[in-house]
Every structure is written in structure tokens, then in C-alpha cells.
């Protein structure tokens, strides 16, 4: 039998209650003037445009932005095209003298379809304009902290050390595309992208010394005064592709697919470069952002003879077991600790984007299906929904034991252990493919003849059914982990089948 035993006391305490006031106001100003005007084959438009945007909350110090746009374009017998742009914005965030920004941008097209040349020589061709842009845009943003040009104190020590140079951090973005449409039926667009920022807004960590003001100096007291210094690049391109046509008088077939390709690097980063001896002595600089860092596994330990002739790893956990992970030297001294650790898998940013729609129309029934997926994506199987110290799961039936290994069964999973072990470093061994293919949507429906609709004074009705997330193909190892999700304490994605009428009248 199954005996309750409560411990300690619980009693009932008086309710009570308590009232609190929040103020929260916003002031947003637009001043535009705009001008348009077409004469002969050429046709021109410009647009000036001031904003001024305030926001309050309580009593803390207002939030003030101003910004200036302008715009202008130009187009000659729609087939050649040219824009030109500025912004020139303001931000509280930075010193006097720094405050405004300068960000410019231009971009032209030539519409080649529109080309008496191009139509004579390409008659299946219905529409092509290759177009490409360059611009720049800047943020001020310093995740959630304010004013930190300024040095504040406490008391008689410096609670933050500002940076009066501070200035706007800068994307420049250039971008080459083109547009097609082949004989009214086929699309495809295709973008190649290419973005570098500079003058990112990141903590002075790898230029402070260490000790500076005070024992600990300024990286225990987290005063390390901001600077534009970071610089990270983005390039990748972006296709998208479409096929709609009608079959007969009463079939119509629409396709529709896309990818994008996304690879960013940190070409800087102000971090502290690790000592000699590390297998890897930057953890960010020329690295992908959120690259992941751990251990490589070199499998089991399986006989007692491996743990004495293996390299010591007693620096990183406790002493080894059989059954328990074995981690490779990567900087070759012989022993195992974090100088070792070298990268291992992906971000959890997926690289590649990609998905499909499609949709039939037959008569009165009509059939619909979406497709989504990302790729190139690595999650770290971590807590309480894979580690036996929480939960026990399907994962942990095929843990190393004396018996499956005598046995020559399938084993996955290390020794089963609630407690410390050196197994649950980080590694590539936890490091799961993040990617996947969903089936998002699904849905089948019949539409009802009107003569029939008519009868209840309706114009249409149509009764469908649909379902969500039906079908996901992943290389997930944990089976009860949805590969879109990395925290046990998410909403779960969850499967969806609905059945409904609509009726317009």
C-alpha cells in the first residue's frame, strides 16, 4: 500500500490584498509631404518625412527618438529604375555630438521584359527585372540598457563606467536579385544578400585588464563599459519558385516552394583570448554566432582496461566508470579538462529555411497541403527531459549496462546514473540534429452547388476538413522531444484535425 506522509505544517493563512499603479504613455508624430508626377516616358516621385516618438513609463526618464526620411524616384519607359533614400535619426542613447546618425541607400532595376529586343528574342518570356540595392541602416539598441556614455556611482565607487564615443551601430546591406515570370505560368525569384555590421555595441571584455578598479576588477563588478567593436558578417541567398495553371475548365493546379541559406561569422568580437594550451583559444571570433562548444566523445568506456590506459579525466568529473563516456584529447597533453573543448555542431539558428505549398482545385472539391523544414541546426539535449537524474524515458532503456554490452544489444545512452558523472559534460555526444520537415497544414473541403445554397438563401457553403502538424520527418534521437522546441518548459507543438461549414450569405 501507498501511505500520504506529510511533512512539516500547513496552515491556512488570512487572504489579502494589495493595489498597484502602472503609467505607461506614448507620443508618436509623423510630418509627410509627398510629390508625384509622370510626364512623357519618365515618371518621379519624392517623399520628406519627420517622426518624433516619446514613450513614458512611471517614473523613469522618457524615451525620445527623432528621425528625419527622405526619398526619391526615378523610372524611364518602365524598364529603368532608381530609388535613393536617406535616414538621418537621433537617439537619446549616446553623448552629445554622437547622437545622430546618417543612413543612406539606393537601388536600381532594369525591367528587361520590357525590352523590344528581349520580347523578340525571348517570346516566353513574360517578365524578367533584375534589380540590386545597397544600404545602410543603424541601431542603438544595448539589450535593455540605457545612457551608457554616462559613469554613474554609488556610493564612492563607479557603478557603471561610460563611453562618451559611443555611436550608432551600422549594417551595410547589398543585395543582387531577379524576377522572372515564363509563359504566364512559372515564377521564380531569386536574392543573393550579403550584409556586414560594424561598430556593434558589445562590453569591452578582451581590452579591460584584469583587477582594474578594485579586486575583480571591473568583470565581477559587470561595469565594463561598453564600445563599437564587434563586426559580423551575413550572406546567403533566398529562391522562391511557383507553378499555377489551369488544367481544364475545371481543374487548377498551384505549387509553390522557397529556401533561403543564411551563414553568418563573427569577424570580431571583443572577447579575452584563452591561454596557450587551449584546443581552441577563441570561443566567438571567426565562429558562426551561438556556436556551441563541449567535448568530443570517443564512445564507452567498456572493460576496465580502457579507464586505466584512457587519458585522465578527472579534471572535468568524476573518476570514470564502465559505461561512462570517454572524451578525446584535443590539444594533446595528455590529460582531459575545458582545453579540450573545441566546437562541436551547430548554432541552434538553422542555417537553411525551406517549404512547400500546394493546392488542387477539382470541381467542387478542393485539396491543400503546406510543408515547413529547417536544416543545418544543432540543439544540446540537456535537463530534465533527457537526463535520468529527473526522469526515467525510452531513451535511458538502452543505456550501457554489463548485460547489453556482454550481450552485443544496442547501446546509446551511458550507464544510468541519478547522480554526478563525468558522462553529463558537455559534448557531441548530447548535440542532436535539429532539423526537420512538418506537415503544417492539410486540408480537404467540397463546395455546394449553389442551387442547392440558394435554397436557404445562402450564396455558398462549403464544409472542410483539416488537420495541423500532422506528419514531422526528423533526426530527433529522443522521440518524445518535438525537434522544433529545446525547453521542456514550452507549450508543446501539438497536433490539430478540425471539421467545419462555412456559409456566406
Do not use: C
Not at 515570370?181 to 556593434?200: P, Q, S, V
Not at 585588464?209 to 567593436?229: D, E, L, Q, W
Not at 566508470?321 to 582545453?339: P, R, S, V
Amino acid at each position: 500500500a501507498v501511505v500520504y506522509q506529510p511533512t512539516g505544517t500547513m496552515t491556512n493563512s488570512p487572504l489579502t490584498d494589495g493595489q498597484g499603479q502602472s503609467q505607461w504613455n506614448q507620443v508618436n508624430l509623423d510630418a509627410s509631404i509627398n510629390y508625384d508626377r509622370s510626364f512623357g516616358k519618365h515618371a518621379i516621385s519624392g517623399m520628406a518625412l519627420f517622426n518624433r516618438y516619446q514613450r513614458i513609463i512611471n517614473i523613469e526618464l522618457p524615451y525620445n527618438y527623432v528621425g528625419f526620411v527622405g526619398r526619391a524616384t526615378y523610372a524611364y519607359d518602365n524598364k529603368y529604375l532608381a530609388e535613393a533614400n536617406f535616414g538621418y535619426n537621433g537617439s537619446e542613447q549616446f553623448a552629445p555630438g554622437h547622437k545622430m546618425g546618417f543612413f543612406p541607400s539606393m537601388s536600381v532595376g532594369w525591367v528587361a521584359s520590357n525590352e523590344d529586343f528581349v520580347a523578340k528574342a525571348l517570346p516566353w518570356l513574360t517578365f524578367a527585372k533584375i534589380r540590386a540595392s545597397y544600404g545602410q541602416v543603424g541601431n542603438d539598441n544595448m539589450n535593455g540598457s540605457r545612457f551608457a556614455f554616462l559613469t554613474l556611482w554609488n556610493g564612492s565607487y563607479e557603478a557603471q563606467i561610460g563611453n562618451e564615443q559611443l555611436e550608432w551601430e551600422k549594417a551595410n546591406k547589398y543585395n543582387v536579385g531577379l524576377e522572372t515570370k515564363i509563359l504566364r505560368d512559372f515564377t521564380f525569384e531569386a536574392d543573393f544578400f550579403y550584409e556586414r555590421r560594424n561598430n556593434i555595441l558589445i562590453s569591452a571584455t578582451g581590452l579591460v585588464p584584469t583587477g582594474m578598479f578594485g579586486t575583480g576588477g571591473v568583470f565581477s563588478s559587470g561595469i565594463i563599459p561598453k564600445i563599437n567593436a564587434g563586426e559580423i558578417e551575413n550572406k546567403g541567398f533566398e529562391l522562391v519558385g511557383g507553378w499555377a495553371k489551369s488544367l481544364s475548365r475545371d481543374v487548377r493546379l498551384d505549387i509553390r516552394v522557397n529556401g533561403a541559406y543564411n551563414r553568418n561569422k563573427v569577424l570580431y568580437l571583443s572577447e579575452v583570448l584563452l591561454p596557450e594550451g587551449y584546443a581552441n583559444r577563441l570561443r566567438s571570433t571567426g565562429y558562426r554566432l551561438g556556436q556551441p562548444f563541449g567535448y568530443k566523445n570517443a564512445g564507452f568506456f567498456n572493460t576496465e582496461r580502457e579507464i586505466l590506459d584512457w587519458y585522465d579525466q578527472s579534471a572535468i568529473g568524476p573518476a570514470p566508470k564502465l559505461g561512462d563516456i570517454k572524451y578525446q584529447d584535443m590539444n594533446g597533453d595528455g590529460i582531459i579538462t575545458e582545453e579540450d573543448m573545441v566546437p562541436i555542431g551547430n548554432p541552434e539558428m538553422p542555417a537553411w529555411t525551406y517549404g512547400a505549398a500546394l493546392s488542387l482545385k477539382v470541381k467542387n472539391f478542393d485539396f491543400s497541403m503546406m510543408w515547413q523544414g529547417v536544416g543545418e541546426r544543432s540543439y544540446l539535449l540537456t535537463g530534465q527531459r533527457i537526463f535520468e537524474t529527473y526522469n526515467f524515458n525510452e531513451w535511458h532503456k538502452e543505456a550501457w549496462s554489463q548485460e547489453r554490452y556482454d550481450a552485443g544489444l544496442p547501446i546509446t545512452y551511458p550507464r544510468l546514473d541519478p547522480g554526478s558523472s563525468s558522462s553529463k559534460q558537455v559534448s557531441d555526444f548530447w548535440q542532436a540534429d535539429g532539423s526537420y520537415i512538418r506537415l503544417r497544414n492539410l486540408e480537404v473541403g467540397y463546395t455546394i452547388a449553389n442551387r442547392f445554397a440558394g435554397k436557404i438563401g445562402a450564396s455558398a457553403i462549403r464544409v472542410y476538413a483539416n488537420g495541423l502538424n500532422l506528419l514531422t520527418f526528423d533526426r530527433y534521437p529522443v522521440k518524445y522531444q518535438d525537434p522544433e522546441q529545446n525547453n521542456e518548459l514550452l507549450y508543446p507543438v501539438f497536433k490539430a484535425y478540425n471539421v467545419g461549414l462555412n456559409v456566406t450569405f
